[in-house]
């Protein structure tokens, strides 16, 4: 590899790499377990599925973006 090869940095934003993606993800995932399973209001358990298929739908698709 070449010098500028090494040293060239990516085009992406800082907000749009892999680790903050990957941790809004997983907390998106958390809350729709928590949405699950708590037992006081029927329209968090309504939308829990729908939250937790967002975060892993996400997860999914930001695994794939550069570090």
Known sequence: MTRAAISRKSSWPLWARRGLMENIATALI???FLMLFQPFALSL?????ITMLAGTV???IVSKFPE
């Open 30 to 32: 958390a809350i729709g």
């Open 45 to 49: 358990y309504t939308y829990s599925f």
């Open 58 to 60: 996400m997860f999914i």
